[in-house]
């Protein structure tokens, strides 16, 4: 019972104290990033493991992109999978579809797609070299969270996941708009109104016929 | 100092020689909650949705505070384990100085369910349930890259250093921010989670570089601070954007200051820990894996109005 009293005294006698450090620009606060224990694992478990679990899981995007429309928790229940703290659906894809939209200027670079012949975007293609979000890594059940120190080792392996995904990619220069691209990859949902960015781990250019 | 009262009678209750614990007569038993100063209402948060819902389920509770000590979250364990409680949920004061104690906790029967840090070991709490803070990091920097224009000077702000969620943050971001090569830091200082330090660390920041365009925040009071400083200084112009989804930041977005923020969903874990407690009292396990990720969540001007004391309205 003192415990908690006196406890309660420490606290109080701690709390006016605050300093200023400052520090010189370009300390860095990260952590020193854990490159070789998750480069191990993305040599280790990408060809091996993600390209085969994604070639053979993927959904079609139109299946998928009409199931999203009726309610992304069924959706997510049926095709897609998600961590045991919830949060965002992640989704195996892949389809056909024609280029309707392309920006290429940003660092976060991305293709439209249209997969139904409406000539509206249906998805996003991510090309890097900024990738957004951690849709491979989460769509992929042999990657766990409890088998890496922390997230920022958990996060490294998600980046490099998309890093090699992504460096993968052979695009043609210049105007994109209106070719055939045939994909395979990963996207997550939070919401079923949020775009859908697919993460590829096979993509395929060619000009319409 | 707000430690509860209800910690100093709980504690009084069970001490006092002879007496039997009120909680042992009509409770499914003691669940100690633990987590760091109230005076942060995130950490507030916590604790009364981890209060809120054990007592829906039955149990009693003793809220206490180790204040980022790990000397007095060891001697809150011993607390605990004296009083014979039947789990334990912590946010921890400290990734490695936190094992030890759980582990003591754990010898002695009483498993552990960690919210919001994590500790540098599995295996020894039953659960830790964090805050994605990469992911929210990397939203966040989404956000303040896009309001940017993706170029421009900019300015951060960083948590203390021994939280690791101060690392992990800056790592989120610079993961994304660096990605653009013309987006230039400028400066990047702590200010130890503080608002004050914040204020008059970006008055400083701002003399040095009066053409800043952008500040990003390793959480929301050091961005309450370093906006009254920008306020103060007539750089309204400059693109703030913080971590946590406190209410102060949300009236801040709503009154066209602050741009954006990331929530951190405090009070939907801390209940969700309980959740998980019951269910290993009464199951002997969660059936989940130990370390969860819960997602973070962009807050702006858009979904702002809809942000409630850690939780958006759905």
Known sequence: MTRALLAGLLAASVLCGCKIVQKAPGAGAGAAAPADMVGQVVADTYEARLLPHV??????????????????????????????GGGAWNFLAKGEGTVVGADRESRAAVLEVDLDGDRAADLQIQLGPVVKGTALRDASPFYVFTDFKDQIEFAALARALNAR??????????????????????????????????????LALEDAP | M???????????????????????????????????????????????????????????????????DPNKQSELFDTAIAQGAKAIILDNAGADASVAPIQRAKDAGIPSFLIDREITQSGVAVSQIVSNNYQGAQLGAEEFVRLMGEAGDYA???????????????????????????????????????????????????????????????????????????????????????????????DSILAGGIKATVLQPAFAQAQMAVDQADRFLTDGSTGLEEKQLMDCILVTADNADQLETFALAS
């Not at chain 1, 009726?70 to 961590?83: C, K, N, T, V, Y």
């Not at chain 2, 669940?31 to 039955?58: C, M, Q, W, Y």
């Not at chain 2, 090569?181 to 204020?199: I, K």
């Open chain 2, 2 to 68: 707000n430690i509860s009262r209800r910690a100093v009678l709980g504690a009084l209750a069970v001490g006092a020689t002879g007496v039997v614990p009120a909680w042992a007569q009509d409770s499914k038993g003691l669940i100690v909650i633990i987590t760091p100063s109230h005076d942060n209402p995130f950490f507030k948060a916590e604790a009364d949705g981890a209060d809120a819902r054990a007592r829906e389920l039955g149990y009693a509770t003793l809220v206490l505070v180790h204040d980022d």
């Open chain 1, 165 to 202: 995904a992504t460096e993968a990619l052979a695009l043609p220069e210049g105007d994109l708009l209106g070719k055939r691209v045939a994909f395979e990859g990963a996207f997550a949902l939070r919401s079923g109104s949020d775009p859908i960015q697919v993460v590829p781990t096979r």
């Open chain 2, 156 to 250: 951060e702000l960083v948590g203390k250093e021994s939280d690791t969620n101060a690392g992990i943050r800056s790592s989120g971001y610079h993961d994304i921010i660096d990605q653009y090569p013309d987006m230039t830091m400028v400066a990047q200082q702590t200010a130890n989670w503080s608002q004050t330090e914040a204020y008059t660390v970006m008055e400083s920041i701002l003399q040095a570089n009066p053409g800043i365009k952008g500040v990003i925040s390793g959480n929301d009071t050091m961005a309450m601070g370093a906006w009254a400083a920008l306020e103060a200084a007539g750089r309204t112009d400059v693109v703030v954007v913080g971590f946590d989804g406190s209410n102060d930041v949300r």
């Open chain 1, 55 to 84: 070639a053979q899981g993927a959904v079609d995007a139109r299946e998928l992109t009409a199931a999203i429309g009726q309610g992304l928790d069924a959706a997510g229940e049926a095709l897609g999978a998600r961590a045991a």
